[in-house]
């Protein structure tokens, strides 16, 4: 097992970069492997990003893209989006330092992007209302709801979508995915769980659900929503919960290895870990 150090920090005294934000990002990979987290965010060692990966980015632009319009009262057609995706291709390749094994690849890839938002903007409901915002960042100070407990640090988080509904606001979120299949929601509870808190915090409104859009990447691409009620005190009792064990981790300087099924996909497996390297 790892540590980094074994001086615990006094929240008075949390600096860097780590203790700028939470994140549903960071909460997500230091519950996978603190191990992982460290060398991130800790030791700023970053892997390429993959193929796959860089695959959702490009999709989530396209999608933006059309909703921003939205928006805007001015929708578009999807011969332009798919226009704008084509044009800011190779810069967002260059930009994120993409490598492909062919030319070939990179044409499979920018093929099924452009198709998993075909089926996206085909599968849409024509009526859907216009969105109140589109790729927003939100920040707010974590203070517990049921405690009133400012914990000192900040919730920062970028909601894809929120929409008005009959009985709310919808806070949408798009993945795209390998297989069909409905997400289970505890995979998904820190995401929508922190989505929740900062819509809250920042408008004063509740959500009236939370729904997750997946764009599945099958030989004919399809669209699933899977919807998930408003968050409730327990939900946000766990969130909090599970924030003050991440910031005591951090404290405390312990980022131990953490086995389990994510090791197989693990950048850092073979280079920085020593369970596997040595």
């Not at 934000?21 to 987290?37: D, G, H, M, Q, V």
């Not at 009526?127 to 927003?136: H, I, K």
């Not at 922190?194 to 997946?214: K, P």
């Amino acid at each position: 097992m790892t540590q980094l150090q074994t001086t615990r920090v006094s929240p008075a005294d949390r600096s860097g970069s780590v203790f700028d934000y939470i994140s549903a990002s960071r909460l997500n990979l230091w519950i996978r492997c603190p191990l992982s987290f460290k060398l991130v965010y800790l030791d700023g060692i970053r892997a390429p990003r993959s193929p796959a990966l860089f695959l959702g980015q490009r999709v989530h632009q396209g999608l933006e893209v059309w909703n921003r319009h939205r928006q805007l009262g001015a929708p578009i057609e999807p011969r332009a989006v798919a226009d704008q995706m084509l044009s800011t291709w190779d810069q967002a390749v260059a930009d994120e330092a993409i490598t492909f094994a062919d030319a070939a690849e990179e044409e499979s890839l920018r093929r099924q992007a452009l198709d998993l938002v075909a089926a996206y903007l085909a599968a849409v409901d024509p009526n859907e209302p216009r969105p109140l915002a589109v790729e927003t960042c939100l920040d707010a100070p974590l203070v517990d709801p049921a405690t009133g407990e400012d914990l000192g640090i900040k919730l920062l988080g970028v909601i894809d979508l929120v929409l008005p509904d009959a009985a709310g606001v919808s806070i949408v979120d798009f993945k795209t995915a390998g297989k069909s299949g409905a997400p289970i929601s505890m995979a998904h509870e820190v995401q929508l769980g922190a989505y929740a808190y900062l819509f809250r915090a920042t408008t004063g409104q509740r959500e009236s659900e939370l729904q997750i859009r997946s764009l599945i990447k099958t030989k004919v691409p399809k669209v699933e929503t899977h919807r998930y009620p408003a968050r409730t005190d327990a939900h946000f009792r766990r969130l909090f919960a599970l924030i003050r064990e991440y910031l005591d981790a951090l404290d405390c300087g312990v980022f131990n290895y953490r086995p389990s099924w994510n090791c197989g996909s693990c950048d850092f497996r073979d280079t920085h870990c020593p369970a596997w390297c040595g």
